[in-house]
């Protein structure tokens, strides 16, 4: 959200005035239509990174072979990438984009992400989701693999799992809950 120092309601009443004046697509629909319409990873790239959008975003693209990550950061007109291995959180990384983060300790989250994104593993033992990861605000745990083909995500509420992880594979071979 652009940020005017103005209190919250205000900044935000202020932007979805400036949205209705874009040409550009919100970005939740930007990304329905890469789904539908992109076949690879370099297409999705190019869409996320020069597609219009009427609102800042901050997106996560992952491919299927090594070197396809980046995080695409998007205000209206400008794009910046950060090509992986990367992590995102609730704040613009590049210096290109001035705001405030949207949840509190964005920093603190991004740093403990990138000190365990290294050891990530493809199974659903989600050992990394501990605050300050896990928050009073955290809704949805995800492990993906776009390489092997599998997806393990977990239900959380304040309190923690509220759900058993699940497992979506392209893989036969994958572990099921």
Not at 35 to 60: G, K, M, N, S, V
Request: aromatic letters at 8%; a negative charge; proline letters at 8%.
């Amino acid at each position: 959200m652009h940020r005017r120092g103005l209190p919250m309601p205000i900044d935000w009443l202020l932007n979805r005035f400036r949205q209705w004046r874009e040409t550009g697509l919100p970005p939740a629909h930007l990304l329905r239509v890469v789904f539908d319409e992109c076949a690879t990873y370099a297409e999705a790239r190019e869409r996320l990174t020069h597609d219009p959008i009427c609102l800042p975003a901050i997106f996560t693209l992952a491919g299927t072979n090594p070197g396809e990550g980046c995080v695409i950061e998007r205000i209206e007109g400008t794009a910046a990438i950060h090509e992986a291995p990367v992590c995102a959180s609730n704040h613009w990384q590049s210096s290109a984009f001035s705001g405030s983060t949207s949840r509190s300790n964005s920093e603190g989250r991004l740093a403990a992400m990138t000190d365990c994104y290294r050891d990530a593993k493809d199974d659903p033992n989600f050992a990394w989701l501990t605050p300050p990861i896990f928050n009073e605000t955290t809704r949805l745990a995800v492990s993906a693999n776009p390489a092997q083909g599998t997806l393990y995500a977990q239900g959380l509420e304040e309190t923690g799992a509220v759900t058993r992880w699940t497992a979506v594979s392209a893989r036969n071979d994958a572990p099921k809950p």
